[in-house]
């Protein structure tokens, strides 16, 4: 919302997702190794059950490096699918998911 603080903004959202998605990137890993991301907003999303890691110009050893929890999470690769089949299987794992909370 306009005019809110951001990391209010983002804890909200937070407290009402049922699905996490993490587009991890070379800079996404900077701001972690560089305490850029706040413990707080790290810890926030990997209490989640269903966090997503989407690795991206990056390896999933890179990220174990800087952040050995979020690296240890199931998650797609780019490298192993393109962004249309990564969209495709995050689309389906949210309609499950929904549709497993509404039955």
Known sequence: MLGQPF???ID???AKSRTGIVLVTPALL???DGGGVSDKELSALL???ML???VHGTTYEELRDVSPLLGSRNGLDTTVDSLEVVAAKIVELVTVEDEV???
């Open 30 to 32: 900077k701001r972690i």
């Open 7 to 9: 990391l209010r903004e």
């Open 101 to 103: 909370v509404t039955v």
């Open 12 to 14: 909200k959202g937070l």
């Open 52 to 54: 997503i890691p989407v």
């Open 47 to 49: 209490a989640r059950d």
